[in-house]
């Protein structure tokens, strides 16, 4: 890329960085020291500004830069992220939002321990959720080098790793100084721009062919390579046995994976009332919806514009194919439009990037905190009857001093960013929307049976919903580090070796299912008794809000 594309975007970078790094030194000279104001903002988002982070959080480098490059490669097959990634939304709305914010107060965790024996279900539910949060990590860091190699050309490897470590950077700085509020407003700010710069290119593309969408499916058909090929199914999931497994593995574990997502369901707590909480669902659908069907536009339009052959040819992966198709909607390589366009489109990528990974981070720290350290610093007390606040889950803060519990969380947060830096300098060269797909298959494996059994199940007990937990957890890792994610094909992370023996590369067939089957059989083979009466008491406050925090 040229020098004028380099400064103007990396002008943009600073302006956005600063401007974030603003908004979270402003907010860090409030209070943050109480757990609430860390973990939640103090519950006291609206909730239209609570929709516009929940929609930030959401739509990630995966979204944005992954699905439209993956359309722009396989075409058909590369919409089953946009239909997965929309319809799991779908199943948060109305399996678990509200019941989630009803009975929860800070992490996943907490809406299963309102009825189980505290400690070894928060140490469980808090280490797969840190689990998630780093593999999701990973693939926002993937796309952070990915975006720079573009804008230097693709000729340097430690830009691309400078780059990472330099986001990783400034994820541990929003979380540590400035809490859930600094990065509630990071998401509703980086919202605003990728909902304004997809709209505009999706009118640049759609205005590129006089509105016509059916000569932007044949031209894209015809620059792929393909095809009409292009526009039928079995492109990319259509080679054998083992690839029709993996599109049905994938599509579970899109539509399964977002409800047991810790960074989505921790949104649900910064309003102060359950009614809040659907009002905010109101508005994210809007802004998730059309942003989801837009992406569909832009991976068609890269295919037609840029060409199948152009967009490999920068990104094996195809994470570059937006950012590409901004340069030429703009006039192309030289001009002042083009110039622009791709500056403006790289920038908002980076912004999404530094929001989301903000936003997780936070998530996973308030997991270590709140869940493992928590639980492990004091020893559990007898249960000898629950108290009022035990019946509405307050108990949680007596565990652990609060302020010692945000200093835990602060901490995490810079572990939790160095073990995603490392791993995400490993899969440098795998695409971002791929990567999403493994951690939403972990979480569809770990986190969601036990959510649901917790929710709907009254004979469910602490047994089930520790070996569910790790029923789902274990065998989803073990099955990706066997895997040809891990080994023995070209795109491999190390593709100079070969020990995979598990054939598919998304876990979330086999790892799923094994999740549910590991709660069934941890309850009903063994010989402990729910406790009914917690049951009923969580069923009611899941309900009907009576109680929630």
């Known amino acids: 890329m040229s020098g004028d594309h380099q400064s103007l975007a990396l002008l943009l970078f600073s302006v956005f960085v600063a401007v974030t790094l603003g908004i979270t030194t402003w907010v860090s000279r409030h209070r943050q020291g109480s757990a609430e104001e860390f973990y939640t903002g103090g519950r006291l988002f609206s909730p239209m500004e609570n929709g516009f982070a929940i929609a930030g959080d959401y739509m990630s480098a995966a979204s944005f830069l992954g699905i439209s490059g993956l359309i722009a490669l396989f075409g058909y097959d590369g919409m089953l992220y946009s239909v997965g990634f929309l319809v799991a939304w779908l199943v948060v709305l109305l399996l678990v939002a509200e019941l989630v914010r009803n009975c929860g107060r800070f992490t996943l965790a907490d809406v299963v321990a309102t009825r189980m024996r505290e400690r070894p279900v928060r140490i469980a539910a808090g280490t797969s959720s840190v689990a998630v949060s780093i593999l999701y990590l990973v693939a926002q860091m993937v796309g952070a080098g990915s975006l720079v190699a573009l804008l230097l050309g693709g000729t340097s490897e430690a830009a691309r790793a400078w780059t990472v470590i330099g986001v990783g950077a400034l994820m541990v700085v929003y979380v540590t100084l400035g809490g859930m509020r600094a990065t509630t407003w990071i998401q509703i700010v980086k919202a605003v721009l990728l909902m304004a710069g997809t709209v505009a290119l999706t009118v640049l593309v759609l205005v590129r062919f006089h509105g016509d969408f059916n000569a932007l499916l044949n031209t894209a058909a015809e620059r792929s390579g393909h095809g009409k090929e292009f526009l039928s199914p079995g492109l990319a999931y259509g080679g054998g046995w083992t690839a029709r497994f993996d599109f049905i593995s994938l599509g579970l574990a899109l539509v399964l994976g977002t409800a047991g997502l810790p960074h989505i369901l921790s949104r649900f707590y910064t309003v102060p009332t359950a009614r809040a909480a659907r009002r905010s669902v109101v508005w994210s659908i809007g802004l998730i919806g059309s942003f989801y069907l837009m992406t569909i536009v832009l991976g068609f339009g890269a295919a037609a514009v840029v060409g199948t052959a152009e967009v490999r040819a920068s990104s094996a992966a195809g994470n570059t194919a937006l950012p590409l198709l901004a340069l030429d909607l703009g006039g192309g390589a030289g001009s002042t439009g083009g110039t622009v366009l791709f500056a403006v489109v790289a920038a908002i990528a980076f912004a999404t990037i530094l929001a989301v990974v903000a936003g997780i981070t936070l998530a996973s720290s308030a997991s270590v905190a709140h869940d493992l350290y928590a639980s492990l610093k004091k020893p559990e007390k007898p249960r000898t009857g629950p108290s009022a606040d035990a019946r509405f889950g307050l108990r949680a803060d007596s565990r652990a001093e609060p302020r010692g519990e945000v200093a835990v969380a602060r901490i995490a947060a810079a572990g939790i960013g160095a073990v995603a830096i490392a791993l995400g300098l490993l899969a440098r060269d795998l695409n971002v929307a791929f990567l999403v797909g493994l951690a939403f298959a972990v ?73 549910f089957l590991a709660g069934w059989i941890g309850t009903v083979l063994f010989r402990e008794h729910a406790d009914e009466a917690k049951h009923a008491e969580s069923e009611v406050r899941s309900l009907t809000g009576a109680g929630a925090v």
């Open 443 to 515: 979480a569809a494996s770990a986190n969601l049976p036990v959510l649901l059994y917790s929710l709907f199940w009254r004979n469910f007990t602490t047994r089930g919903a520790v070996w569910s937990v790790y029923g789902g957890l274990v065998p989803a890792v073990l099955l990706v580090a066997f895997s040809p994610v891990v080994s023995g094909s070209p795109e491999a992370i190390f593709p100079g070796v070969d020990f995979h023996v598990f054939p598919l590369q998304n876990p979330g067939l086999v790892s799923i299912p094994l999740g």
